[in-house]
């Protein structure tokens, strides 16, 4: 297949195109500078010129291919500006998917297992966001694309875990790490017994390609490797790197301790990817998150 990838110079497009590649299959990369467009030329990849700021742009690349994998998302304004994020976001999709229409070409879109997380509960692909859930407003983009199998397109969401690890990660961990050393000690909230999923990006790369080669039309998969993490064990896998101790910082405090990435690593998100891995035969193959804390990120 010749698959248009979005975000494809990111951090999972990046081992995507690869793991494509190795498939059998050629990419319709899409980048918005000359740089962008430059990496792709290297790794042998057609470049698309095109931004999700400006979804018409999009068209041609979704039509000249026979599946799309969306991964770009306006990440710089997730902490100032979420809500237009969002919609950004919604455009793109908007536009894509009724580029698509009738052609029962492969969409897979991307959401994360954050969406559906409630404490004390194991999330499975069959759930539903809580109203309630802070981030729900990820979800409307989810329904957009599920919704878009009864117009005529194999759509797939996949659902992400909030940590996609590997050497590089400039995610949430990398975060945690650093306010571990600016404040000399590695904590976690209340009792730390609170999970969190996560994946390596190569083991990420490789359900996408399983998804746009043979996911039902409709279909929700998780792609987490990893069930979940006690924060309690990652705070103490990066007390012990950085040299600092490891503590218990009380719910209320914890917004001054840690800034704004509190909610996160508050947050209990068990998730389960059994279904996932019993659909498509995906089988995670790469270290978990806390060997990958000791190997890649320090």
Do not use: C
């Amino acid at each position: 297949m010749r698959v248009f990838v979005t975000g494809a110079t990111g951090w999972i497009g990046s081992p995507l195109v690869k793991e494509l590649h190795a498939a059998g299959h050629s990419v319709l990369g899409m980048a918005h500078s000359d740089a962008g467009a430059n990496k792709l030329k290297e790794q042998g990849v057609d470049a698309f010129r095109g931004d999700i700021r400006d979804p018409a742009s999009l068209v041609e690349g979704v039509r000249a291919s026979d599946a799309t994998i969306h991964l770009a998302f306006a990440h710089d304004l997730m902490t100032t500006d979420i809500l237009r994020a969002n919609e950004i976001d919604r455009n793109a999709i908007a536009v894509m998917l009724d580029a698509m229409a009738g052609t029962n070409k492969a969409f897979v879109g991307t959401n994360g297992t954050l969406q559906v997380s409630q404490p004390g509960k194991v999330a499975f692909e069959t759930d539903e966001s809580p109203p309630s859930s802070p981030l729900a407003i990820r979800s409307q983009a989810e329904r957009m694309v599920r919704e878009a199998a009864k117009r005529g397109v194999r759509s797939t969401v996949i659902r992400l875990p909030p940590t996609v690890h590997g050497a590089g990660d400039k995610g949430f961990i990398p975060m945690f790490i650093d306010v571990a050393r600016q404040k000399r000690v590695a904590a976690y909230v209340e009792d730390g017994t609170n999970h969190w999923p996560a994946v390596h990006r190569e083991d990420a790369a490789r359900l996408y390609r399983l998804a746009v080669e043979r996911a039902p039309a409709g279909s929700v998969l998780h792609g987490n490797a990893e069930e979940g993490i006690m924060w309690r064990a990652i705070a103490e896998t990066v007390g012990r790197a950085v040299g600092v101790p490891t503590k218990s910082v009380p719910a209320a405090e914890a917004a001054a301790h840690f800034g704004w990435i509190a909610m996160v690593v508050s947050l209990d998100n068990r998730a389960s990817s059994a279904a996932t891995r019993e659909s498509l035969g995906w089988t995670p193959e790469q270290p978990g998150l806390l060997e990958d804390i000791r190997a890649h990120y320090f």
